[in-house]
């Protein structure tokens, strides 16, 4: 049966919300891959044990801001595709997403927009998120690196990325057609060098995606929306937990397919809601 929908949702706990995630995704032309973090071995363990869930094999250990986020999509896109599996659209969600359309809607969508990604962007520069252009402009993840940075800060010294390539940041959560995602990973296995640059940034997995895609061919073939619906407090390097009192502005989002983050006991009433919404 054609399946053009590939959903990869990166979980680590919250067992009970990721296994109704997991029920509200199902679809005949969707199919739903997890990978649990490595440190998450219980967690795994008993989901191997007793659901029917498509659990990723090759785990990785994933640490906040750090390449391991990339490591784990890349490893986990290489172990779907080795399966033989058929599909479009690849589509990375975290645990603590939830569906604001149903699935039909989704895969119509994406249908609609075949050789489309949907990610969102926005240049590394003076005009654009300059607040991240430290991210990769200093060293991280070495040895001694706060006298890096201080020598760097000192001198004046900054880095450039690779290959002369312009930065772009974003979301990480992506919704990207089959040959996007295929030339990033052919783009990152030919280029080792670009992955250990990677491995001293911040916040690789806000940045490698977008800058490749927009230094590519193709470019124009990106919509710059991630499809979700985030709240952010300003100074807060996380998103709001959604309640039941952001449940209008949801509503008058447009189309979005997620929602994130939730909590199974915060956002309760809103889960229900959203559930009524989507049947």
Not at 125 to 142: E, L, N, Q, V
Not at 231 to 245: I, Q, R
Request: aromatic share 12%; charged share 20%; glycine share 4%.
């Amino acid at each position: 049966m054609d399946q053009p929908v590939c959903i990869l949702i990166m979980a680590h706990s919250h067992e009970e919300l990721l296994r109704n995630l997991h029920q509200r995704l199902q679809h005949p032309q969707v199919r739903v891959f997890v990978h649990i973090d490595k440190k998450s071995q219980a967690l795994f363990e008993k989901l191997s044990a007793q659901t029917s869930m498509r659990l990723i094999q090759q785990r990785v250990d994933v640490q906040w801001a750090h390449i391991s986020q990339l490591q784990a999509y890349f490893s986990s896109y290489k172990e779907i595709v080795n399966t033989g599996y058929q599909f479009e659209h690849f589509i990375v969600i975290s645990g603590q997403d939830y569906p604001l359309v149903s699935p039909e809607k989704i895969v119509e969508f994406l249908v609609a927009h075949k050789n489309k990604s949907m990610i969102s962007y926005v240049p590394l520069s003076k005009d654009g998120w300059t607040g991240a252009m430290k991210r990769y402009r200093y060293h991280y993840y070495i040895r001694m690196e706060k006298l890096w940075r201080g020598l760097m800060m000192l001198t004046g010294i900054r880095r450039q990325f690779p290959f002369g390539l312009s930065p772009y940041g974003g979301s990480q959560w992506i919704n990207l057609c089959r040959k996007h995602m295929d030339y990033v990973i052919a783009f990152c296995d030919k280029h080792v060098s670009l992955m250990n640059f990677m491995a001293t940034v911040r916040f690789p997995e806000e940045m490698l995606l977008q800058t490749l895609l927009q230094n590519s061919e193709y470019k124009s073939d990106c919509i710059n929306d991630d499809m979700r619906f985030i709240k952010w407090t300003h100074g807060k390097s996380n998103p709001e937990v959604l309640t039941e009192k952001h449940y209008e502005e949801i509503k008058n989002a447009g189309m979005k397919f997620f929602a994130r983050k939730v909590d199974l006991n915060q956002s309760a009433s809103l889960i229900a809601l959203l559930n009524e919404k989507c049947s």
